[in-house]
């Protein structure tokens, strides 16, 4: 029960703000898609903990402006911290 209510949760996350520019062309040092747009990688992101996606949304956001534009970067920080406000309830409960 518990894995479905985190996936419920997880699924919420990732979709809180559509992604901009999906459609453009990756930029040098690479965009992470994923990252970005979750639903582009159903199968990559449904066999992630909340952990892992909190470390590859840090890594992306590290990345910056070289990478990604404001809004990208606005939207993965949201993504950002509603993985981790998410985490830090999961681990209130026990």
């Not at 992604?19 to 992470?32: E, L, M, R, T, Y």
């Not at 990252?35 to 159903?42: G, N, R, S, V």
């Not at 606005?74 to 993985?83: E, F, G, T, Y």
Request: some cysteine; hydrophobic content about 45%.
């Amino acid at each position: 029960m518990k894995k479905v209510t985190l996936l419920i949760i997880l699924a919420g996350i990732l979709n809180v703000v559509p992604a901009f520019g999906a459609d453009q062309p990756p930029a040098a040092g690479g965009k992470n898609m994923c990252a970005l747009d979750p639903m582009q990688c159903p199968d990559v992101v449904e066999h992630m903990t909340i952990q892992q996606m909190i470390r590859v949304l840090q890594a992306e956001i590290n990345k910056g402006a070289a990478v990604y534009s404001s809004d990208e970067l606005r939207i993965l920080q949201n993504r950002l911290n509603n993985a981790k406000a998410t985490l830090n309830s999961l681990e209130a409960q026990h």
